[in-house]
């Protein structure tokens, strides 16, 4: 079993969200964040909470600021695992 201690950053992308591509749209944003509401995951975008970009009308988040949002997160108390 893969501890905690035993993954760095580095290998932490490849690990999670393996079923998601590189780039996601506001859904699979929110899916990753636990289900949480496209009301709520627009209200993120909107704060530039996560990196993203637009083409047209088109949220695009890179997985990798997902990745890095929840770390923040988490160092900052907000949520503990």
């Known amino acids: 079993m893969i501890s905690e201690a035993n993954i760095n950053e580095n ?6 969200f ?3 591509s ?3 749209n506001i859904k699979e944003m929110c899916e990753m964040l636990g289900g ?3 009301k709520t995951g627009y209200k993120i975008l909107r704060e530039n909470k996560i990196n993203h970009f637009k083409i047209g009308r088109a ?3 890179p997985k990798i ?3 890095i949002y929840l770390k923040v997160i988490k160092e ?6």
């Open 11 to 16: 290998n932490a992308y490849s690990l999670l």
């Open 18 to 20: 393996r079923e998601y």
């Open 22 to 24: 590189d780039v996601v």
């Open 36 to 38: 949480i509401s496209t």
């Open 59 to 61: 949220y695009k988040i």
């Open 65 to 67: 600021s997902i990745l």
């Open 76 to 81: 900052s108390g907000i949520y503990s695992i």
